[in-house]
């Protein structure tokens, strides 16, 4: 089998260190292989971009290994193709136990053209599916937070979602804030009582008839933060 490319790079990427292993096919048909080790340090890795373009490396190919290969292939594939490859794709190689094996492997089959590439999103949607995902996981824990306060408020045998649907209301925040700075008197709690709410205020007054403990206070302003 003829190789694809004259000169390539496996990389075998690990939260501490990147195994690069080049090869090189020389004028004279020689195959050369050189096998060199990175930390995964910015400037470790902008070293291994300069030896790469040194080495005349036309590509370079490396495991889609949890997000570690995030930050080595965005800094090198503005200046050589890079072959990110879902693990699974890859046959294993009977005996292979160390990183510098793993590296090797990789180039190997690189250079006979045996390895696909997964699709890499472009940077512009990659930061969008960041953002996305980030705002997925700042709804999710606000819901949990929310779903907490009413757990909280019954052990206080504060009743307040008995009353309103809406415990986290423009109503039943000011009450809460006002639990939380140490009001205890449910007439004055239920004064705070806005819109259609007011008119249920002896309900409301009955509702916020609790016995409410230090930590629970603790835990209502700990809750109404992270809801924010």
């Known amino acids: 089998m003829e190789p694809v490319t004259s000169c390539c ?15 090189r096919i020389e004028a004279t048909g020689e195959l050369q292989i050189e096998v060199r080790t990175f930390s995964t340090m910015t400037h ?4 291994l ?11 370079v190919a490396m495991e889609s290994t949890g997000v570690y290969w995030k930050p080595v292939f965005n800094l090198l594939h503005m200046d050589v193709e890079v072959l990110v490859v879902n693990a699974q794709h890859m046959k294993a ?9 793993d590296a090797e492997w990789i180039a190997e089959l690189l250079h006979f053209g045996l390895l696909r590439g997964s699709y890499i999103p472009p940077q512009e949607q990659r930061e969008l599916r960041e953002l996305t995902r980030y705002r ?6 606000r819901a949990r937070f929310s779903n907490r306060l009413p757990k909280v408020l019954e052990d206080a045998k504060v009743k307040r979602g008995a009353v309103a649907t809406n ?18 008197d449910p007439a004055l709690l239920a004064d705070l009582a806005r819109g259609t709410l007011r008119t249920k205020r002896a309900a409301v007054e009955q509702a916020l008839t609790g016995r409410v403990m230090g930590h ?9 933060g992270q809801i924010e």
Do not use: Y
């Open 136 to 141: 997925t996981t700042v709804v999710q824990e």
């Open 44 to 47: 470790e890795l902008l070293g």
């Open 49 to 59: 971009a300069a030896w790469l373009k040194e080495a005349g490396c036309e590509q």
């Open 93 to 101: 190689v009977p005996g292979r136990k160390t990183d510098v094996r």
């Open 9 to 23: 790079c496996g990389l075998d990427v690990h939260k501490k260190n990147v195994v690069a292993c080049l090869r």
């Open 167 to 184: 415990i986290l209301g423009r109503s039943a925040r000011a009450m809460l804030e006002a639990i939380v700075a140490g009001e205890r």
């Open 216 to 224: 629970h206070r603790f835990l209502i302003s700990e809750l109404l």
